[in-house]
């Protein structure tokens, strides 16, 4: 079972969520997987921001059963279905910021989001539009784990953004930069100018190769 130092650092990063902005009330939920092949969710209709370990769902990766009598979020399904699908995600984070939710719920929504490098680099140069399915639903999930099968980010039509990442600073990262992507397009419309072909391309040859040093 998982440790009580595991489910109280799950805690301090939901807080760490409600504190960026990233998500209100209930809103949201947010899944970790631990070396024991368990997972931790937060629990069905629990506000993020004010999460308490009581409301911490352990789940056991493989079935999916509750160990522990928590109820998980209701999109507990895609969050273990992309873990499952990817052995190099850790951690799945899912909410409704403001401005994702509102590109989301956009009729004519921008056909890229690659208005600055960290978009490209961390968040992806492709965002994936999820169609409208009920929360909670099988078909929503199915979609999400198709989908983040080959991307990091995606974008929920008239519902919000999935990231997920190999901890919680690198989804946390992806999180954010996400939200400014949108809150760019909110805040200029039409009167973008996003990164060429040839300058993403320069990025990604600049940053491979100091990594690569």
Same mark, same amino acid.
């Given at each position: 079972m998982a440790k009580i130092s595991q489910i109280e650092e799950f805690v301090k990063q939901a807080r760490r969520v409600g504190d960026a902005g990233l998500t209100i009330c209930s809103s949201g939920n947010l899944s970790w997987r631990l070396p +024991?092949?368990?997972? *931790? *969710? +937060? /629990?069905? /209709? +629990?506000?993020?921001p004010e999460l308490t370990a009581d409301r911490v769902a352990v789940c056991d990766l493989e079935s999916g059963d509750v160990l522990n009598g928590v109820r998980p979020s209701m999109e507990s399904t895609f969050h273990m279905g992309v873990m499952r699908r990817r052995p190099d995600v850790n951690v799945v984070l899912h909410f409704q910021s403001p401005y994702a939710t509102a590109v989301a719920c956009m009729a004519r929504r921008p056909s890229t989001f690659n208005f600055t490098a960290e978009m490209a680099l961390h968040v992806g140069e492709e965002i994936p539009m999820i169609p409208y399915f009920r929360p909670g639903s099988p078909e929503l999930a199915a979609h999400v784990v198709d989908a983040m099968a080959e991307h990091n980010s995606v974008m929920l039509l008239k519902h919000g953004q999935v990231v997920c990442g190999k901890d919680f600073d690198q989804a946390f990262e992806r999180a954010m930069f996400f939200e400014m992507g949108c809150r760019i397009a909110v805040m200029c419309g039409d009167n973008t100018d996003p990164l060429t072909r040839a300058e993403i391309d320069d990025l990604e040859s600049y940053f491979s190769g100091k990594q690569g040093k």
């Amino acid at each position: 079972m998982a440790k009580i130092s595991q489910i109280e650092e799950f805690v301090k990063q939901a807080r760490r969520v409600g504190d960026a902005g990233l998500t209100i009330c209930s809103s949201g939920n947010l899944s970790w997987r631990l070396p +024991s092949g368990e997972v *931790l *969710l +937060s /629990g069905t /209709g +629990s506000w993020i921001p004010e999460l308490t370990a009581d409301r911490v769902a352990v789940c056991d990766l493989e079935s999916g059963d509750v160990l522990n009598g928590v109820r998980p979020s209701m999109e507990s399904t895609f969050h273990m279905g992309v873990m499952r699908r990817r052995p190099d995600v850790n951690v799945v984070l899912h909410f409704q910021s403001p401005y994702a939710t509102a590109v989301a719920c956009m009729a004519r929504r921008p056909s890229t989001f690659n208005f600055t490098a960290e978009m490209a680099l961390h968040v992806g140069e492709e965002i994936p539009m999820i169609p409208y399915f009920r929360p909670g639903s099988p078909e929503l999930a199915a979609h999400v784990v198709d989908a983040m099968a080959e991307h990091n980010s995606v974008m929920l039509l008239k519902h919000g953004q999935v990231v997920c990442g190999k901890d919680f600073d690198q989804a946390f990262e992806r999180a954010m930069f996400f939200e400014m992507g949108c809150r760019i397009a909110v805040m200029c419309g039409d009167n973008t100018d996003p990164l060429t072909r040839a300058e993403i391309d320069d990025l990604e040859s600049y940053f491979s190769g100091k990594q690569g040093k």
